[in-house]
């Protein structure tokens, strides 16, 4: 699935060679039709079924994407990231359904006025699965190499984006970790519990002794999560074992000891329909990525369809506002006004996904509907906009300016089932008004190829990104961080400066009502009043699996946890 899911979510480019307080974790009762109602209460082993857990049993399971390296720290997509965190854990878990940050391998934490350093009191009973412990030391050597890299090892810097300010982590204590950083950081936070692309679970200080190459050895890979890795076979399959002694996941998921489950094979199985029949034939327990025309008929077999929003950005179309035509502010509201959303949702969207009504997803702190507004289907006002403009219709009904035809170049990833129709319905509509969007739509490896001629060659880079806070705004759209729609001091209209200021207030306080209206600020800016961002849809995790599977967790990234997951009959 896709995070561009990043810079993108799902493909962001490597900069790698290579949370007791009460709270839930977001779990499915399923409704009489088939289809899942979301429960939050945290119930885990209550979930969907039996009342009692049984242990043992493999659980087989099918992804559209395949792990191309085990190390959870590179990887960028959707299979690479549910699987690493499985191997890993994190210093907090974030409760899905209310964002709150509460406990997981740190007991406890504080943080000083100004943002900048953030102290973590940890558990002392945690270990990797080499025996070796899991404490300070191992905190500041993860962060560090994280952020830092290390050219020797192959290993490239890979927390710009998600840590940007790192300086150092303290290690006052054997198990206190004082995480430091140059500027005010309020998402650090939540980046302590972050899931989603090449996330910063914990490895060992072997497993950070090796290069790259020697990393893609699964076995070396060692973490503190509740399953170890067995086997990988790229692009075919990947095989994870229960981790004998587990017992610290995170208080909120109410999960004590290891996990039920022996073992999870993950198979990488591309085709939409060689995953639904499998599933139908017996020869899967589960499968993610699922199709939207299969999800009623495999509802009205007797599947479980079970779905979260990928919480974040929505798929977005991010505008270059460097090259022409998308540096004209009329061309980029045109896009927003020129589409039919409605016609979105009933023709290619399920009820497990929803259309874009912001450039947040509705679960994320500070979301602002913008959908009766900037983001109405107008057509006549965005003729009549591109019109003012100087765009006036040639002979074949694509607008012309100057000689130059408005042709925008559109370039996406096809690792969500929803993406290509998605971009299509939206190519449709937006011819009848004037504008030719060229599509582009490949996998992964082309797309992140493509990227480092984003700026000169494409007008539209259309992804997410996976991220439940609104600083995800300030990483993705800032100009001195994700820089995604190309600002410069040069930019068109475009005041840079405000820019920066306006998205950069989202890191100066953690006070929720005050995110919250930094987060509709800078919602106004980057939709309406430059127009940079064009949301499609919501994305969504679908999973369809049998009567015999429960207890699989999204977390608040979207992302599977299967420490509490369980097989009736425990085969």
């Known amino acids: 699935m896709s995070d ?32 899942a109602l979301t429960r939050t209460d945290g119930a885990a082993d209550r979930a969907a079924g039996d009342s009692t857990p049984v242990r043992g049993g493999t659980l087989r399971f099918a992804l559209i994407d395949y ?31 209310t964002g709150k940050i509460t406990p997981w391998l740190a007991t406890s934490w504080e943080q000083n006025k100004d943002l900048t350093e953030f102290t973590f009191h940890l558990r002392k009973d945690v270990t990797f699965s080499d025996g070796t412990p899991f404490d300070s030391a191992a905190v500041k050597a993860n962060f560090d190499q994280y952020v830092r890299g290390d050219g020797k090892l192959g290993i490239l810097p890979n927390g710009a984006t998600l840590l940007p300010g790192y300086v150092e982590t303290r290690t006052p204590g054997r198990y206190t970790a004082v995480v430091r950083f140059k500027k005010p950081l309020a998402s650090f936070l939540q980046a302590s519990s972050f899931t989603a692309n090449a996330g910063p679970g914990f490895l060992s200080l ?78 899967l327990d589960a499968t993610l990525d699922v199709g939207t025309t299969d999800e009623k008929t495999l509802a009205a077999q007797g599947f479980t369809i079970i779905h979260r929003a990928v919480s974040g950005t929505p798929i977005v179309f991010n505008f270059n506002s460097q090259l022409f035509p998308t540096n004209d502010l009329a061309v980029r509201r045109a896009v927003q006004l020129g589409w039919n ?32 507004s900037v983001l109405a289907y107008d057509p006549r006002r965005a003729e009549r906009l591109l019109a003012e403009a100087g765009w006036a219709k040639g002979a074949d009904g694509i607008r012309v300016k100057d000689g130059r ?47 480092a001629k984003a700026k000169t060659d494409w007008n539209v880079t259309a992804s997410n990104r996976s991220r439940n806070d609104p600083a995800v705004l300030n990483l993705q759209y800032s100009p001195e961080l994700g820089n995604v729609s190309y600002l410069t001091k040069d930019s068109p209209g475009i005041d840079r400066a405000e820019v920066t200021r306006v998205l950069g207030r989202l890191e100066l306080t953690l006070d929720p009502a005050a995110r919250a209206r930094y987060a509709r600020a800078a919602q106004d800016l980057l939709l309406d009043r430059y127009a940079l961002v064009n949301p499609v849809y919501n994305p969504s995790q679908v999973i369809a699996q049998s009567d015999q599977v429960h207890g699989i967790v999204f977390d608040a990234q979207s992302r599977n946890h299967f420490v509490n997951t369980w097989k009736s009959g425990g085969k």
């Open 4 to 35: 561009l899911r990043s810079t993108i979510e799902r493909a962001e480019p490597r900069r790698r060679k290579w949370p007791w307080v009460a709270g839930g974790v977001a779990l499915l009762l399923v409704a009489a039709s088939g289809f």
């Open 67 to 97: 792990q191309r390296s085990p190390d959870p720290q590179w990887g960028t997509n959707y299979a690479e990231s549910l699987i690493g965190d499985n191997v890993t854990d994190r210093l907090t878990w974030q409760d899905p359904d």
């Open 206 to 283: 072997s497993t950070l002794r090796l290069s790259a190459e020697e990393r893609t050895d699964p076995t070396k890979v060692i973490g503190t999560g509740p399953f170890v890795y067995e086997s990988w076979k790229p692009q075919v399959s990947t095989v994870l074992v229960k981790r004998k002694g587990y017992d610290w996941s995170p208080p909120a998921l109410r999960h004590q000891g290891a996990a039920y489950l022996d073992r999870i094979v993950f198979n990488t199985i591309p085709e939409a329909s060689v995953r639904t029949g499998s599933l139908e034939s017996g020869a």
């Open 341 to 372: 959303r409605e016609a979105l949702k009933k023709t290619v969207l399920t009820d497990s996904y929803s259309v874009g009504t912001s450039v947040l997803e509705p679960s994320v702190l500070g979301y602002a509907d913008h959908s009766g």
């Open 405 to 451: 035809r408005l042709v925008i170049k559109l370039l996406g990833i096809n690792n969500l089932v929803v993406n290509k129709p998605a971009y299509e319905s939206v190519q449709q509509d937006l011819r009848k008004i004037g504008i030719d969007l060229r599509l582009t739509v490949v996998p992964i490896p082309d797309y992140t190829a493509s990227l």
